[in-house]
Structure formats: C-alpha cells, structure tokens
C-alpha cells in the first residue's frame, strides 16, 4: 500500500490524504513520489548510529551519513558546549565556595573546589574559533 508520498528535496513524507492540502498551500515539493508503508514506517524511525533519513539517486528515502559540521557550525557547537561546561562547573564552585566561606567545607570539598577552579581556568583559555580541534580540559573527579 502507498499512503505517503516522500521528497528527496526536504527528506520529508507527506501523507496521501494530505497531498491536496499541500498543493493548495503550494508547499508540496515538486519531486514527492509515492513510497510504500514500509519505507515510511522503516525511514521514520531511529536511524542507525552515525545515520540520519537522506534520499538515494533515485528519490526514494535512504539512510545516509551525517555530514561533518562546516567550520562555522563546529564553532557555534564549540562555543555552547564551552559554556555550558563553565555553566555547570561554576554551579558546583558556588557551592564549595559557600561551604568553605563559612568554614564548614571538608577537606575533599576543598580540593575539590580547587581542581573545579583550575577547571575553569583552563576552560576559559579555549578558544571556540579552534573546533573541531580543540582539546577540552578534563572535568574533574
């Protein structure tokens, strides 16, 4: 049975009783052809690691690789990752910071509390423009 049409253009399905309503809003791809209930049902579902839903030469939906990040992206990911990474490592030092403040941090605490401080310290020298050859300091222990 074919009840969905798919696009190689947008990698998208579109159901069969749907297709008028695309046309009339003049968003059904020109290239949607018809696919079988099982290329939908495979094709919607979770793609093997390293895999998202392409289109193969001939129109039909494929499993393809996932590209690599263009610089600008890798940056842009690097530059969240580095703060959230100093996020939550500044979360934890708030803590610490208060328990010795007070002078009621355990002596774990305080190391712990140092190494979350060099931690940052060497978070704050990455450069995001570097990705995707950056080598991230270890969050410690």
């Known amino acids: 049975m074919k009840n969905y049409y798919f696009s190689k253009t947008t990698c998208s399905f579109y159901p069969v009783e749907l297709l008028e309503a695309y046309k009339d809003a003049g968003t059904l791809p020109d290239d949607a ?3 079988t209930d099982a290329a939908y049902e495979t094709y919607t579902g ?7 839903r392409g289109a193969s030469n001939r129109g039909q939906p494929a499993w393809v690789d996932i590209p690599e990040p263009t610089k600008e992206d890798a940056v842009l990911l690097a ?10 490592a500044e ?5 610490l910071s208060r328990a010795a403040k007070y002078g009621i941090a ?4 305080k190391t712990k509390l140092e190494a979350l401080e060099r931690y940052t310290v060497l978070l704050s020298r990455v450069n995001p423009d570097d990705a995707p050859d950056i080598d991230w300091p270890e969050y410690p222990a």
């Not at 979770?46 to 998202?52: E, M």
């Not at 979360?91 to 803590?95: D, N």
């Not at 355990?106 to 605490?109: F, N, R, S």
């Open 46 to 52: 979770i793609p093997p690691d390293g895999k998202i």
């Open 106 to 109: 355990t002596d774990e605490e």
């Open 33 to 35: 052809v018809p696919v």
């Open 79 to 88: 530059t969240m990752k580095k703060q959230r990474l100093m996020a939550d």
């Open 91 to 95: 979360e934890a030092i708030a803590l």
